[in-house]
């Protein structure tokens, strides 16, 4: 059996990223656990992979840099990455090549082989170059059996490089060897270098070499004449690649220089790391550079500017905070998106080190908590990085603010007041068993809850507790008249000055996760995904949307929409005319739509960015019984109420709106 601990999960595996201060560049990074620089950065049609130097390797998404799997169980660092349409084959300092089915990431065989096996992989069409101490070692990509030996006696191998006709393999001496592929013979050796040669790469007309020497140099092809050589560096060059019209190098010195080709001068140094670069890859996209700390860069391949993967990254949301300008989000990573109100990115707070799971905004301060332990204070607008607190024992789990005090909530059990002009903690309240889950502020009080199913409220006069509830309270929420308890499959509505219970809510309230209420709404959020309004005049639902596709952990909302964060990595946007049932409102969304298109299916709508509300939202207007729902089931769907009622009837239940296209085919058909 193999040792390989292979962890795979495409849609909802816990992604991890810690990202540094926002002085250094964006950059996509492993898991903070690993804690090791990357020795080797890969990239194929699909999947970027880095090589760690702690028997991992890790496998993220081009393009929304999602880390989607890891394998694991290498008995050491590893060396290099390579691959086919088929397999990945990595190579590690045990001396062994292990090999994997893409896509699957299933273990298919290991190869092993003599010291430094597997230190440089080179594969084409037929054959797999490994090499190894003795040299080159050539193995029949079919049955993996070794076909020849390009041999020769030396200490040290140190880099492979292959084309159509040729076998490049540079060495600790400075020497380049290349043998005809066809033969498998020596053709030539290279004096190239006084001292190691680090990298090599090629393209049709010539062979370029990196060394310890801090340089590159350039040989024509079949003359093997050396026509350039590129000094810039101060330190050994760890890799090249060819990128277009220019030459990419990146050293020991942190940074990343383009060279012309043709004329081999230099054009720029485009990047200067906080690091040492160990490697660097290419797509037709993209440009990856591996550092020895821990991280990856990403920049464009056309502009070579850097781009900040963060912006595409979906998060798990736990926490979501509002102010008329921006809604803040905070997720699984271990930073705070801000967007405006049309969902633009406007910037992305960093600093923790641990995921982000309580975000509260006031008119000056945008507060973060974060599983590292911290709360982090950023002023509104600079962006800034005011403050860092520090005196809860474990994660930070909830946030609220009432613009003079800062209240954190913990998985230390305790909740703790902070003054916001002096940033120093002013009362710990050790009111709770367990750890604390939510929290709120009004005038007189604090509420928090805790996974001990208590709720109590505290007197901010005093700081001790007056009032207990113990009911097995999920969460809760509040307004200014009303005190809202999520129990298992209840929801308790209480009056805040007698705290005497005024109804019961039940039905759509089991394994509620989140809490909001307005004036005239609440909304309540669950663990499935529902999303459901209800009238507070008479306590009644009058919405049930399936808002997400998992748990929506966090609910807020302005004057115009109520937003829902969820743990299916998106922020949702809901009109508030849903709610009201504005004729007026519904009316220029509908034809909103039929400007955009007067022909759009339900499957066209399905295409659309707000899709996922979108159709949420029709399927309100579609159960409504108003003059202006019948037209817009009629010119969005060309159903009438006479032909809605038929399939009611006949089907014996609410018809989905997925279905109605085919129903529509049977119904005209019919000459309802």
Request: with cysteine.
């Amino acid at each position: 059996m193999p040792k390989q601990n292979i962890l795979f999960q495409r849609e909802y595996l816990t992604n991890f990223a810690r990202l540094v201060s926002k002085t250094e560049p964006p950059i996509l990074l492993t898991n903070p656990s690993w804690k090791s620089e990357i020795n080797v950065v890969a990239v194929d049609d699909k999947y970027v992979y880095t090589g760690q130097l702690n028997d991992m390797v890790g496998i993220w998404k081009r393009g929304t840099w999602i880390h989607v799997g890891t394998i694991s169980g290498f008995e050491n660092d590893i060396t290099d990455i390579a691959f086919d349409d088929k397999y990945i084959y990595i190579g590690n300092s045990d001396y062994e090549i292990d090999i994997f089915q893409k896509e699957s990431w299933e273990f298919v065989a290991k190869m092993k082989g003599d010291t430094d096996f597997g230190k440089r992989i080179s594969v084409d069409d037929k054959f797999l170059y490994v090499l190894s101490q003795k040299g080159v070692i050539i193995y029949s990509k079919e049955n993996r059996e070794q076909v020849s030996i390009l041999e020769f006696n030396l200490n040290e191998n140190t880099s492979l490089d292959i084309d159509d006709q040729f076998v490049y393999c540079g060495n600790r001496d400075g020497k380049i060897r290349i043998w005809e592929k066809n033969s498998w013979k020596q053709i030539t050796e290279i004096e190239a270098h006084s001292w190691s040669v680090s990298a090599l790469t090629h393209d049709e007309e010539y062979l370029y070499s990196a060394s310890w020497e801090n340089d590159i140099k350039v040989w024509k092809k079949n003359s093997w004449e050396n026509i350039a050589i590129m000094k810039k560096h101060t330190s050994f060059v760890s890799d090249i690649v060819l990128c277009d019209n220019y030459i990419i190098s990146v050293s020991y010195d942190m940074q990343a220089i383009r060279w012309e080709k043709n004329t081999w001068k230099l054009h720029s140094i485009f990047l200067k790391s906080p690091d040492v670069i160990t490697s660097v890859a290419i797509d037709d996209e993209f440009i990856y550079m591996g550092t020895k700390g821990e991280r990856v860069f990403i920049l464009d391949r056309n502009t070579f500017s850097l781009i900040d993967p963060r912006k595409e990254l979906p998060l798990t949301i736990n926490t979501l905070a509002i102010d008329d300008k921006y809604v803040y989000a905070g997720g699984e990573y271990d930073f705070l998106k801000i967007f405006n109100k049309e969902f633009e990115i406007v910037e992305i707070l960093n600093g923790h080190e641990g995921n982000v799971l309580a975000a509260a905004v006031d008119d000056k301060y945008i507060y973060t908590g974060s599983d590292d332990e911290t709360i982090r204070v950023y002023e509104k607008g600079s962006w800034k990085h005011i403050k860092t607190l520090m005196d809860h024992r474990e994660s930070v789990t909830t946030l609220t603010t009432d613009g003079r005090y800062l209240y954190s909530g913990s998985r230390d059990n305790t909740v703790k007041v902070w003054d916001r002009e002096t940033w120093k903690c002013i009362a710990t309240l050790k009111n709770h068993r367990l750890w604390i889950i939510a929290l709120a502020v009004d005038d007189k009080y604090v509420y928090s809850c805790s996974t001990d199913g208590v709720l109590v409220i505290t007197s901010k006069e005093t700081w001790e507790p007056i009032t207990y509830f113990e009911e097995d309270i999920e969460t809760f929420g509040i307004d200014e008249k009303y005190l809202y308890l999520s129990s298992e499959k209840s929801i308790y509505v209480l009056d805040k000055e007698s705290r005497k219970t005024i109804t019961t809510l039940e039905g759509y309230v089991s394994n509620i996760e989140s809490i909001y209420a307005d004036e005239d709404y609440l909304y309540t959020g669950s663990i499935n995904g529902n999303f459901v309004i209800w009238k507070k005049s008479t306590w009644e639902p009058i919405g049930i949307f399936d808002g997400h596709c998992c748990s929506i952990n966090a609910i807020t909302g302005d004057d115009k929409f109520i937003y829902t964060g969820s743990s299916d990595k998106t922020v949702r946007r809901w009109p508030r005319w849903i709610a009201t049932q504005n004729e007026e409102e519904m009316r220029k969304f509908i034809l909103k739509l039929f400007e955009e298109s007067e022909t759009l299916t339900i499957q066209d709508y399905e295409s659309y960015y707000w899709a996922s509300w979108y159709s949420d939202v029709l399927k309100f207007i579609m159960d409504s019984d108003s003059e202006l729902a019948e037209e817009a089931r009629y010119h969005l769907i060309g159903i009438t109420k006479k032909q809605m009622d038929y399939i009611n009837e006949k089907i014996g239940s609410k018809w989905s709106m997925y279905e109605i296209q085919h129903l529509m085919k049977i119904i005209k058909k019919l000459n309802i």
